[in-house]
């Protein structure tokens, strides 16, 4: 049975009581969860001090045992903070040895881009304890595809997607835009070319979108991949002020500035209802019609 352990490098968990219903959860599933004293630590914004915060990064270099799940508890802001005294070498070390599952989104896209960046270390874009396993009602599609991307060496994901006829191969990657533009001229942004870069955020409007993504565009890093998927965008909603200007439209224009192939409607983000992705494993892409696919493999998984 695998273990789940905690981490919390980003922002104090202000929903306290999702999370331990996340532990509980976990518990009743039949799994150990370690580290739970981390879920009320707080520094100010921050789920605790930036010593504590770099430790939960630190020591998973020594986490004994395999078939260790490292969770996220959850975004915010703070994991930033750490890129610059994070052991990428001792991580890398360790992966290759005995690989932990270390799985978040949000602010840990940071994270999970330094590792892929540095020393092409595989990690889990996917649901975070507070957010999603403390969720009143876990949801099951989110759990299914959680435990399918945690234990099969080779699955699909399938979606009713938009976008133009495609068909390519390629690595992996991406997660939070907003967390993704902040490493732009940094040693913590993947140099990936040929890749399939997924995007997802929330909060944004579609204007703060689309900026980001021609920060992307105009840095030359969207031309250079196969395909781009875009997931969720939460809370986007537009005002009357935009007068018909929209995410759609605003895809639409990212289209007409691209050869790239840009394939939305993947559930994929902030939502309850998300699936999981192993970022840097290497993937297959198809969009004919209305389906999409994208099959994965080469991720670590959790051993019999």
């Keep these: 049975m695998p273990q789940f352990h905690l981490i919390a490098p980003s922002g104090y968990c202000l929903n306290q009581e ?28 921050f789920a605790g001090t930036e010593s504590e915060r770099l430790a939960d990064i630190n020591t998973l270099t020594t986490l004994p045992g395999e078939n260790n799940i490292v969770l996220a508890v959850r975004g915010g802001y703070g994991a930033s903070r750490l890129l610059g005294q994070i052991d990428w070498a001792g991580l890398a070390a360790r992966q290759r040895h005995q690989p932990l599952l270390i799985c978040g989104h949000s602010d840990f896209s940071v994270i999970q881009l330094g590792l892929l960046a540095r020393h092409n270390v595989i990690t889990f874009s996917g649901p975070m304890l507070a957010g999603n396993f403390g969720a009143p009602q876990m949801d099951p599609f989110t759990e299914a595809h959680f435990w399918k991307a945690l234990q099969q060496p080779t699955f699909s994901v399938e979606w009713q997607g938009n976008g133009p006829h495609c068909h390519c191969e390629g690595q992996l990657w991406g997660g939070n835009l907003a967390m993704l533009v ?19 955020d929330i909060n944004e409007h579609p204007f703060r979108v689309e900026r980001m993504l021609l920060q992307l565009y105009h840095a030359g890093i969207l031309s250079r991949q196969r395909a781009i998927v875009l997931g969720s965008f939460s809370n986007a909603a537009p005002n009357d002020y935009d007068a018909g200007y929209t995410l759609a439209t605003m895809v639409d224009y ?36 209305s389906t999409s696919r994208l099959i994965l493999s080469g991720h670590p998984t959790l051993k019999a």
Aim: no cysteine; net charge positive; hydrophobic share 40%.
């Design 18 to 45: 999702a999370a331990f219903r996340g532990v509980e959860r976990l518990l009743a599933g039949g799994h150990q969860v370690t580290n739970q004293s981390i879920i009320p630590r707080r520094q100010q914004r």
């Design 182 to 200: 902040s490493l732009i001229g940094t040693p913590w942004l993947p140099a990936i070319e040929n890749g399939i870069l997924v995007l997802e």
């Design 254 to 289: 990212l289209r007409s500035r691209l050869t790239v192939p840009v394939i939305t409607g993947l559930a994929f983000g902030h939502e309850q209802q998300t699936v999981t992705l192993p970022l840097g494993a290497q993937a297959r892409l198809t969009h004919e019609g």
